[in-house]
């Protein structure tokens, strides 16, 4: 039975589930996620390179929280989002939509970015007719894009974990880190006061290039977001790269 739409499925941190969804978005056969098996400096160089890209699984519980709190007050000294940014606001109601959004905005902003060109498909389409929205708009947009959400869906109960196919996120949250230009940025979709209704804003973590761009974001998640749950195991991180 398809799923109504505001119920979108968790989508699984795994190449072999996310490679033929992203494919299916436009991206071209020679890009694509691979496993990143630790943060450690030895581990970060079995990365394809250039990696374009940085996909999170996080248990959310112990650090969304803090970590937008603590980003919420630094946003007054944060610069606006640059010109060509591609991002998406995660509403409420949406379901577990943020894989989906974490490899939109993955492979989104490494198409604006120049890195490839998307073929025609669902992400190019949405991307021009979402072009001139707001973040905010954006993201209702997408909580109506049925095409999207039925792929989304369909590589959701692809996967090989417990509760694949199902709407059983286990309390995990999906961001993704991105390069644009020398920044480094950080795309939560569900970063923004949902009670004061404020628009999700991208957070920017300041400079970075395309040789350090791996390790400055896995410093951050190792210093930033794992810290804020060091027993956990539930952490999971792939790399959009070229693969060939």
């Known amino acids: 039975m398809d799923n109504p739409p505001g119920s979108w499925l968790p989508l699984e941190s795994n190449p072999e589930v996310l490679n033929p969804f992203v494919k299916r978005l436009g991206l071209p056969e020679t890009w694509g996620f691979s496993d990143v ?139 993704a880190f991105v390069r644009v230009g020398e920044v480094l940025y950080e795309l939560d979709g569900r970063n923004f006061d949902h009670e004061a209704g404020d628009e999700a804003r991208p957070f920017c973590h300041g400079g970075t290039s395309e040789a350090t761009f791996l390790a400055d974001a896995a410093k951050i998640i190792k210093e930033d977001v794992m810290s804020r749950d060091p027993e956990s195991i539930n952490f999971n991180i792939t790399a959009l790269c070229k693969l060939d």
């Open 37 to 175: 098996f630790g943060l450690d400096e030895e581990l970060l160089m079995m990365v394809p390179q250039p990696c374009i890209a940085v996909c999170l699984l996080y248990p959310s519980t112990k650090v969304s929280g803090p970590r937008r709190t603590a980003q919420k007050e630094a946003q007054p000294n944060q610069p606006p989002p640059p010109e060509g940014l591609f991002f998406v606001q995660q509403h409420n109601g949406i379901g577990n939509a943020c894989g989906t959004i974490a490899c939109v905005h993955a492979v989104a902003n490494g198409a604006a970015s120049g890195a490839f060109a998307l073929s025609d498909g669902p992400l190019k389409a949405f991307m021009d007719k979402t072009a001139a929205l707001s973040v905010a708009d954006r993201g209702r947009a997408l909580a109506g894009y049925a095409e999207l959400q039925e792929m989304s869906d369909a590589t959701a109960a692809s996967g090989e974990t417990d509760g694949a196919g199902t709407d059983d996120a286990q309390g995990q949250h999906f961001i």
